[in-house]
């Protein structure tokens, strides 16, 4: 079973777990992100394409299917705007050994911060909003601040 | 030639519109070109393609590159660089 | 905070889970390990010592809990009789940083399967029942087989 | 010397109960010994503890050696190697 979902709405992430719970696999690896609140932000707005976000998860999920041996894998990412403390993405990875359920987790979690078709904006309590600039490593840059609208 | 084009992120805030029909004349046959007189159409097009490098587009949901043929009756994309999950 | 545990009372993930989403961290990383019906595997039964087996639990937690940075950390071990299917373990660690949290959690588990003071007796449909012996690297051999009892 | 042992997995089912409180006599001054004094001591003992060096111990609360003196009213727990989570 493989479930790829992109949406506004919010992560159910016992609904997800509970399904992968249900289908009684040996393992089952997750991960949770959420957003920080890191200086002050207050918002942070993910903007997608409603095809091609979905099909680079699609493609994300296929690959991590064909590489580990899985019995069922969940990735949901949420976008549209979201306070600091909400869940923006679960990956959920079931497997009969814990091997290949954490190193598939592993490997989605961290081609999703870098390769999914989404821009951040983010929304400080000063008033300050700005679109995230592409990675440069693992640092994250505000590509400009412009008045908050 | 019609077109319709969809922007994303800064590029659309700046554009003012997520989407829009256009009609660009006919020696505007790529991508490229299309950014191209976007940003000399108007104030809007100039703030939104004043670096067309950083600009990235897709045709009918497949990325493409700046020398990418416009489709004929198509949908045209216009974005900024991802940020990521 | 760190939360260990170790009972014969059904592991309740939803639960663990929605007390670290609400602490609203960045990152969560979970694994869950759960008893399989191998080979007509009826029943796992897991034999713990009441001092040592917590005490091995918590050390294995605060040794986790120094090695990276954690805003909660949970670690529960099911004892008792289980059948294919129910949850034995699971490792749930929070951090601001996703890298931290999924690193946790491997090492806990890779730990768990060698060091924690459990003993295993399986039971299967036809009968058989024997004490799982000490591992051998990664593979377990049952020490020998006794008349079901 | 009045003593508390708790056994543990197929230690406890040969022994045939969990635990049992033991009086063994002097010469019995340490966990290797109180293990082959068991093991002849009845038939349950010789199943349980016909290979010593399988034995592990620990001493109220402790993982200890053969060589750990028995401890004066204390706990003994005997159980075989542990096999994990």
């Known amino acids: ?149 | 030639m019609a077109l319709k084009i969809s922007y994303f992120a800064w590029v659309r805030e700046r554009m003012g519109v997520a989407e829009e029909a256009v009609a660009p004349p006919d020696d505007v046959a790529t991508v490229g070109e299309l950014i191209d007189w976007l940003g000399a159409r108007d104030e809007r097009g100039a703030l939104a393609f004043a670096e067309p490098q950083r600009i990235r587009a897709a045709v009918d949901g497949q990325m493409v590159g700046a020398d990418a043929p416009l489709p004929q009756g198509g949908e045209v994309a216009l974005f900024p660089p991802v940020t990521g999950g």
């Not at chain 1, 393992?27 to 707005?45: I, K, N, P, T, W």
């Not at chain 1, 095809?51 to 999920?61: F, H, I, K, S």
């Not at chain 1, 987790?105 to 309590?125: A, H, N, S, Y």
């Not at chain 1, 008033?127 to 990675?135: A, C, I, L, P, T």
């Open chain 1, 1 to 149: 079973m493989i479930r790829v979902s992109v949406g506004p709405g919010a992560i159910d992430v016992a609904a997800e777990y509970a399904a992968h719970d249900a289908g009684g696999h040996g393992a089952s690896a997750s991960f949770v992100g959420r957003v920080r609140g890191d200086d002050g932000l207050s918002e942070l707005f993910l903007e997608h394409h409603p095809v091609l976000t979905l099909a680079g998860l699609e493609e994300l999920a296929a690959t991590a299917a064909a590489r580990w041996t899985l019995a069922a894998l969940t990735l949901i990412h949420r976008v549209g705007g979201m306070a600091p403390g909400e869940t923006i993405v679960l990956v959920l990875a079931s497997s009969a050994h814990r091997g290949e359920a954490l190193a598939a987790v592993e490997f989605l979690i961290d081609r999703l911060k870098t390769d999914v078709m989404l821009w951040k904006r983010e929304t400080f309590g000063d008033g300050r909003v700005g679109w995230v600039e592409q990675r440069d490593g693992d640092h994250e840059r505000a590509e400009r601040w412009v008045p908050g609208q």
